[in-house]
């Protein structure tokens, strides 16, 4: 474990709990892609399968119950809690992500390091992940008043990926025969994802003024 | 073999 991938893990905890907060208090799930989420729960159940056959230290485990946990918290909010479900941009959030994860599984399907059904399901969840953020980047372009808690969401969640990459830097130069292509590559395409929101989300808080989206 | 490549990252 790194700083930097020890930061990047924060981040990304530290998006879940903003997304959870901004939900629990305002009671609205505003500018929220339910279909992202929804993307991040498959990528976790997939991931963290490993859960049930090898145990690598308390802070992963711990890590991973949390993001399953989380995740299917927010997507149960917004589908079935009385107020929030109603806050929830039905006809806004259309991105049709089948269209993501049928790729994404043909790719692991040819493209995994061993074809196994845990090792595929792990490299398909590889591969969701690095295009997951797209139907809440859509959603956010679409809505014209950006809440300041989901950008802070956004930007926490690339800020984690870019601290990954960092990361695999630092473990490539330290550790002996670390590699791992796939997820090098996924990871970069993830990161370029956000670097459009990154512009604007700095453009905006160097004006002080509010964030919004080119369409 | 049959255990697969352990992941220690998240």
Known sequence: MNIFRLAGDMMHLFSIIVLLLKINATRSCRGVSL?????????????????FTSFISLYNTTMKLIFLLSTFTIIYWMRFHKVIRVTYDREQDTFRYQFLILPCFLLALV?????SAMEVLWTFSIYL???????????????????????????????????????????FMT????????????????TIVYIDFFYYYIRSWRNNEKLSLPA | PGEGPVHDEL
């Open chain 1, 35 to 51: 279909k992202t989420q929804e993307l991040y729960a498959i990528v976790f159940v997939c991931r963290y399968l490993d859960l």
């Open chain 1, 111 to 115: 493209l995994n390091n061993e074809f």
């Open chain 1, 129 to 171: 992940e690095a295009v997951a953020i797209l139907p809440q980047l859509v959603l956010l372009q679409r809505t014209n008043n950006i809440d300041n808690l989901t950008g802070n969401y956004v930007f926490l969640l690339g800020s984690y990926r870019a601290l990954y990459i960092l990361n695999w830097i630092y473990r």
């Open chain 1, 175 to 190: 550790e002996p025969n670390y590699r791992q292509y796939l997820v090098w590559i996924s990871g970069i395409v993830q």
